[in-house]
């Protein structure tokens, strides 16, 4: 969604020889696999009606063996009919739940992240997270992406870095950075940096999720910035950079065909939402628990329903 959403600013105001040139070249950049298990995928291969994209974030590319290969970002991107607006479900990564066997793995309890583990990471790793979500949410998935954050460094950096707005100072567990708060640039290293923090934070993983959320937001406001349509260079550099940094699966859609259904969708249409649930010890491990199996966010989410379930559900959304 990132890497369409860049695109999208890109493209407004393009003609249709301008789009189709461009999604070209973006097309060329981007790695495609099957993401998606099977099972977990849409049966239908058009854009009508609502739309759902999986998301996941890592350190690391497909292909690395070693160890920690847990997935850092688990979105579900739900587009309701029209392509006006786009809804950020941020599945908590301490989210408790049955993972089916595979890999090697047995099959059992444990926290979501560790489905891309079980999995092997990369496209295996994918796979297997796709199964658990669609077992325990229902929903299928319309194309998936898997994110090189490491790599979005770099496409921070050619952006000339983002403004992000620090509600809690934090300081970093992994380089011992301070951040105050206040809002502030930072560029790639930082941004990514600030937006891993979780402890000591108010909310925990979900301020930590909520940040993730901004981070995407903020990107694409650097991008409009860019005036990138009118920088042929750095334009191609930025495209570059963002398609070395994904791997996706859009489930046997052109992605010409994907830009085009989602040109409507404005940056200002982004809502952040996170999964009613609430964190307890079991067992003396810290598991997230979902309340009252996620409070109906799932069945809208395979519906329409999404907007009305926001509008009834505020402590749960915020707009980006």
């Not at 590319?61 to 607006?85: A, F, Y």
């Not at 079980?118 to 790793?125: D, E, I, L």
């Not at 489930?251 to 409507?264: C, I």
Request: with cysteine; net charge neutral; glycine share 12%.
């Amino acid at each position: 969604m990132l890497g369409i959403g860049l695109a999208l600013v890109l493209l407004a105001g393009l003609a249709a020889v301008g789009l189709k040139s461009l999604s070209h070249r973006y097309d060329r950049t981007v790695t495609k696999e099957q993401l998606l298990d099977p099972g977990a995928r849409t049966s239908r291969t058009d854009l009508d009606g609502p739309l759902n994209y999986l998301l996941v974030g890592s350190d690391r590319r497909p292909g690395d063996s070693g160890p920690d290969q847990r997935s850092d970002t688990i979105l579900i991107v739900h587009v309701p009919p029209g392509q006006r607006e786009a809804y950020l479900v941020s599945i908590p990564r301490d989210l408790l739940v049955a993972i089916p066997p595979a890999n090697g793995f047995k099959g059992g309890p444990d926290k979501i992240n560790a489905a891309y583990e079980h999995g092997g990471g990369g496209q295996a790793g994918t796979r297997l997270l796709s199964t658990t979500l669609n077992r325990l949410t229902g929903i299928r998935f319309d194309g998936a992406a898997l994110i090189d954050f490491s790599g979005f460094r770099k496409v921070i950096d050619l952006l000339g870095g983002v403004r992000m707005c620090v509600d809690t100072e934090v300081r970093s567990i992994h380089t011992n950075r301070v951040f105050p708060t206040g809002c502030q640039q930072m560029n790639g290293a930082q941004a990514l940096d600030y937006v891993r923090q979780r402890y000591d934070l108010p909310g925990g993983d979900y301020d930590r999720q909520h940040h993730q959320q901004q981070l995407l937001r903020a990107m694409l406001d650097s991008a409009g910035k860019a005036d990138l349509r009118n920088n042929p260079i750095k334009l191609d550099q930025v495209l570059r950079a963002v398609g070395a940094s994904l791997t996706v699966d859009t489930n046997g859609v052109p992605l010409e065909d994907l830009l085009l259904a989602l040109r409507a969708l404005p940056p200002d249409g982004l809502r952040g939402v996170q999964v009613p649930s609430s964190p307890q010890i079991i067992d003396e491990v810290s598991y997230v628990v979902l309340d009252n199996g996620g409070n109906g966010l799932f069945e809208a989410v395979r519906g329409t329903r999404v907007p009305a379930w926001a509008q009834a559900n505020p402590r749960w959304v915020s707009r980006l």
